[in-house]
Each structure stands twice: as structure tokens, then as C-alpha cells.
């Protein structure tokens, strides 16, 4: 920055020119203009009411700039423009032909809104290659490839909803009603304009961390939504009704330390001594660990997964509802088979548990990584984490249950650790996630109405008046001693309700 109100920015582009790095541009417009006046004045302030994507809100816009004649021979040649094109083409023509701009505003607090709504209304998506704003490039793939949750693709074209916007034919709040900007104004020249900078970047960071900390969603409330949207996958009337009998099976897994299990693993018949469900080494299983908030992945692996039985009286079969299922005592005592050499069926906990546990991974994850969950999915740790806890962590181990199965000398970065309660770091995902999995299915089986589940209820209460920062959730619900303590009356509030 220098005395003449100039600043040298980096160009952010990543295709930028290795000669051309930087380039320099006016903080503020040349200070003889009275510009706390001007911005008083009630001309001013009626035209930054005006709605300028409206025939009436054009041309105020070009009288304001001294363009009536060249918007006029714009709107001649170009007839049968949409609204949409029409507002692009005015936008153009006053920041290359006016010069009576005289009014910059730089630095100011809502500037991010402001660069959405323009490239809203200009229907343009973000350009990383050549850093401009190309009218009309907006199209359905964007949100497709930024991977929206939840995302249905429409039978219209952005182009077309925005013409809709604009010609009311549908109501867009963020678009059509004003906010407030806050504009900072040195009074004595440049004299002082690197305290204001300074300023400025102090006040911007305060106002975006407070932003972010008020916006962020603690621990156990990202779970309890989570744990809602999977909620959906079945229907509530169907979860007492329909409880499938399964046929996979798997091994009951005893007590065995790190060094043993890698000498079986060895073996040529480890497969059959270390037996887990066949469906959890599945490709359509592997795809769903890897991306499990894809809805078409999610449904392929529900749908091709969920067993088929025989109706009661009837003699045809039928797919039974997704997961989650409802668990009663049947599910648990007959349902499973007999115990043959420490092999049985698995029961409809194993499918709420393999549904659920990948999601609860991922979120616990990027918590305490403190990265976006687009850049953890399908990630190696995450995926051998999701695998050892559904193959050697959920319903799978007989005696001693507290201990860890030495098979995390090949998934995790684990050391030297036999307790699961004494799993320490990144590591605790896996006692919290068992925890939470066992809650989950205990709701199931003991709560009488099946329409909602108590542990999502639980979870949500962990934000009521003084929250928990996420390293003491992970603390609280991976210890024993403490969980009791924590949960006690907890429970006792589910039975009551029960």
C-alpha cells in the first residue's frame, strides 16, 4: 500500500500468468468528493431502494449514470432478451462505458452477500479458471458436482428459475428484499489508511469467527440430525410389524491381542477363523462406507441388501422395509439360529448398526480433524476405521466385551491399547460409536412407540444451556465410570417415557 490510495492485491487465480501477479487498484475515490455527504443524500438512498432488475429499476439505473441514451440503442437491438439478459447487459454497460462511479465501497461488512447476489443474478457459476463472471454458465451439473446433499436435479435450467424470480412468478426473499451494508470512511485522507486496514481486517475477523461459532453445530447435534435423516429410511408403522429373520452369519470373536491375531491373519484359513458378515467385504457395501451420504449409493445398498422373507400366511415373499428396524426378544433369542461352533445369524441390530456407523464415523471425524467432510470421504482412515468397527467392534465379540479385538493392528494406528474405553485422540470414535450404536438399538427394542427414537432426544439436550465442546462429549461417552453418571437419569426419563 502506498501514500497515493492505492493497494497491491494478489490475484487469487490459480491459473494466473507467472508475470503478472499482482495487480494495484484505488481503495477510495479521489477525496475531494464530499463522500460522507453524498452518501447522506436522499437521492442516493431512495436509488439504493430500487429494484433493478425491473424495467423501472433499468432505466433509474442508467439515468443515475448518465447511460439513458446507450441503454435505450442496448434495449433496441436486443428485443427478445430475457429479464435476466437484460439486467446483465445493463450491469456491463455501466462498469465499461460510465465514469461517474464514484462511489467505491471496498471494504465493507455483507460484501460476501452482495458478490453471491451478483453472480445469482447474473446466473453464473464460479469461474476458478479465468476469474469472470460468464452470464448464463450456471447450470444443473454445478450442483451435482459440488455435491449438495440431498440434491434432486429439476426439470428447469437455472436460467429459467431465475427468469421466473425476476418476472414474479415465484417469490425469492434473498433476492428481492434489501439488507443493510456498513461502509467505513477515513476522514483525514490516507494519512491513516493503514490503521484503517488494520482495523478493518481485526473487525472482519471477529465478525467472521463470531459468525462461524454461532453457525456451528456442537458434536452431539450433528449426530441427532444425522441420526433423523436415517430415521426416514424406514417407515414407523412398519418397524414393530416387519423384523426380518437374516441368514448371514458370523463368528463370535474371543478375547485376542494384536500379535496373535496378525499370526492368524496369515493363515490361508483366517477368513473362516476371523468370520464376519460376507455383505460387509462387499463391493456395494465398500461403495457405501466410501460416500455414505449419497442418496443414490445409499438406496443401492439398502434396496439390494434388505432380506426378503415369506409374509406370515401368505405364500409369496416379499422385500421387507429398509433399515432401521425395530428389535424385539424373538429378533435376539429365535431368530438367530442355533450356535453352531460360535457361529450364528446375525439379527436386525447388525443392519442398523451397519447402516448407521459409517455416517457417525464421518461426522465425529471431521469434528475433531476440523476438515470438511468432502474431504474425508472414502479416505483410507476413515474406511479402515468404518471396517473395524463393524466387523470387530458391534455385537461381534464374546467375552470380555471391554477389551479390543487385536485386529486394529491392521485397520488403525492404534498402539498398545487393550481397553476400548482407554482409546485416546482420533481414536475415540470407536468406543463413542459402539456406545452410541448400542443407545440406538436399545431404543428399538425397549421404547413402546417406534415413530421416533429417545437417543436423538438425548443427543439434541447436550446444546440445552451451557453446551459441551466436542472434547468433552467424546471424553464423557468413551469413559464408563462417566457414562453412568451422565446417563443415569437420562434413562431414567426414557423409561418414564416408555
Excluded at 245 to 252: E, Q, R
Aim: aromatic share 10%.
Amino acid at each position: 500500500m502506498d501514500d497515493n490510495n492505492t493497494i497491491e492485491m494478489l490475484r487469487l487465480n490459480p491459473n494466473q500468468d507467472p508475470g503478472d501477479k499482482t495487480l494495484k487498484q484505488n481503495l477510495l475515490p479521489p477525496m475531494e468528493t464530499d463522500l460522507e455527504n453524498l452518501l447522506q443524500t436522499s437521492n442516493l438512498k431512495m436509488f439504493l431502494g430500487i429494484n433493478a432488475t425491473t424495467d423501472k429499476g433499468m432505466n433509474a439505473v442508467a439515468k443515475r449514470y448518465g447511460l439513458v441514451n446507450e441503454w435505450r440503442d442496448t434495449i433496441k437491438e436486443s428485443k427478445e432478451d430475457d429479464r435476466a439478459t437484460k439486467y446483465y447487459k445493463l450491469l456491463v454497460l455501466v462498469k465499461t462505458t460510465n465514469n461517474k462511479d464514484n462511489v467505491w465501497i471496498n471494504f465493507v461488512e455483507g460484501l460476501h452477500r452482495h458478490a453471491a447476489i451478483v453472480m445469482c443474478l447474473t446466473c453464473s457459476d464460479f469461474d476458478l479458471k479465468d476469474n469472470y463472471i460468464d452470464q448464463g454458465s450456471l447450470k444443473n451439473k454445478a450442483f451435482k458436482n459440488a455435491a449438495v446433499p440431498h440434491y434432486r436435479n429439476p426439470q428447469r435450467m437455472p436460467i429459467q428459475v431465475l427468469n421466473d424470480i425476476l418476472n414474479n412468478d415465484y417469490e425469492a426473499p434473498m433476492l428481492q428484499t434489501p439488507f443493510l451494508v456498513q461502509v467505513l470512511i477515513p476522514k483525514h485522507g490516507a494519512s491513516q489508511i493503514n490503521n484503517m486496514m488494520t482495523i478493518l481486517k481485526d473487525n472482519s475477523k471477529w465478525i467472521s469467527t463470531n459468525k462461524r461459532n454461532s453457525a456451528e453445530k456442537m458434536m452431539a447435534k450433528r449426530l441427532s440430525e444425522e441420526l433423523a435423516i436415517i430415521m426416514d429410511f424406514s417407515k414407523p408403522k412398519e418397524r414393530s410389524k416387519f423384523q426380518p429373520k437374516l441368514h448371514a452369519k458370523f463368528k463370535y470373536q474371543v478375547d485376542m491381542d494384536s500379535n496373535k491375531f496378525c499370526k492368524k491373519y496369515k493363515k490361508t484359513d483366517a477368513k473362516m477363523e476371523l468370520q464376519f458378515a460376507e455383505m460387509l467385504t462387499s463391493k456395494i457395501y465398500m461403495d457405501y462406507i466410501k460416500d455414505p451420504f449419497n442418496k443414490e449409493t445409499t438406496m443401492k445398498y439398502l434396496k439390494e441388501t434388505s432380506p426378503q422373507n415369506k409374509v406370515p400366511g401368505c405364500k409369496s415373499t416379499i422385500q421387507w422395509s429398509l433399515p432401521p428396524y425395530g428389535i424385539s426378544n424373538e429378533n435376539l433369542m429365535y431368530d438367530v439360529g442355533t450356535l453352531e461352533k460360535q457361529v450364528r445369524n446375525i439379527d436386525v441390530r447388525h443392519l442398523n448398526a451397519y447402516l448407521i456407523v459409517p455416517r457417525l464415523v464421518y461426522h465425529m471425524s471431521l469434528k475433531l480433524k476440523n476438515e470438511s467432510i468432502d474431504n474425508l470421504l472414502g479416505k483410507d482412515e476413515e474406511v479402515k476405521l468404518i471396517q473395524y468397527i463393524t466387523r470387530y467392534g458391534v455385537y461381534t465379540r464374546a467375552n470380555p466385551y471391554c477389551k479390543l479385538h487385536g485386529a486394529y493392528a491392521k485397520y488403525t494406528k492404534i498402539h498398545n491399547v487393550s481397553y476400548i474405553n482407554n482409546c485416546d485422540d482420533w481414536n475415540r470414535i470407536i468406543p463413542v460409536t459402539i456406545f452410541l450404536v448400542m443407545l440406538f438399538n436399545a431404543c428399538f427394542m425397549y421404547q413402546t412407540n417406534l415413530r421416533n427414537n429417545l437417543l436423538l432426544t438425548a443427543l439434541t439436550g447436550f446444546d440445552y444451556g451451557k453446551s459441551l465442546t466436542n472434547d468433552t462429549f467424546m471424553n464423557t461417552l468413551r469413559k464408563f465410570y462417566t457414562r453412568i453418571k451422565l446417563f443415569k437419569t437420562r434413562i431414567i426419563c426414557i423409561l418414564m417415557i416408555t
